[in-house]
């Protein structure tokens, strides 16, 4: 299939309507690829009495380390008391601890447990699982074409990182970081 593009503005290809419907397929599917996985995990975490919440706020703490309940409260998006019944939940599953501060009582640190770090090891472990049986579906070629992909689309979230990304986020990842809770992150013209 050729692709044409229209002319440069400000260094960048204005995409053609073939371009477009490209990147449309590819958001797409990569949509279904991610809900079959989400829809996946649900079940499963049911399962182990593990809500999404406790997930996301395991993800949180795994990539961020322990957190102040006001700071995990403002990462998980929601009022400091939602996240202190999250946070007592979860205690009670023996996935997360308080900590206090010596200095000041009334600061809670939350940190994950042991318990906590191999459930979320579990789940990354399982959902990999899931996407190997997946991609055994695909023949030599198939896997070649998607492995060449994907190098190409690291590559341009190599190329896009800028030092204001990182002291927004308030981390410094890898090039290749794609562990829970990343986000794909393009430039807009």
């Excluded at 102040?68 to 599953?93: C, W």
């Excluded at 770090?117 to 049986?133: Q, Y």
């Amino acid at each position: 299939m050729n692709v044409t593009t229209e002319p440069v503005a400000a260094g960048v290809p204005l995409p053609s309507p073939e371009r477009r419907a490209l990147i449309d397929e590819i958001v797409a599917g990569t949509a279904v690829i991610a809900g079959h996985q989400r829809c996946a995990v649900a079940r499963r975490l049911h399962r182990q009495g593990i809500s999404m919440a406790h997930l996301q706020t395991l993800w949180i703490l795994q990539e961020h380390g322990p957190q102040p309940m006001t700071r995990l409260a403002d990462l998980l998006g929601v009022a400091v008391p939602n996240a202190t019944g999250i946070i007592d939940r979860m205690e009670q599953r023996g996935l997360v601890e308080r900590l206090r501060d010596g200095a000041d009582r009334r600061v809670v640190t939350v940190r994950q447990t042991p318990e906590g770090a191999r459930a979320v090891e579990e789940i990354d472990g399982w959902r990999s699982d899931m996407l190997v049986e997946l991609l055994d579906r695909l023949d030599t070629d198939q896997l070649l074409r998607l492995v060449g992909g994907i190098q190409e689309l690291r590559e341009a979230i190599r190329t896009d990182e800028r030092p204001e990304t990182t002291e927004t986020h308030g981390t410094d990842l890898p090039p290749d970081a794609a562990g829970p809770g990343s986000r794909l992150e393009t430039a807009r013209p």
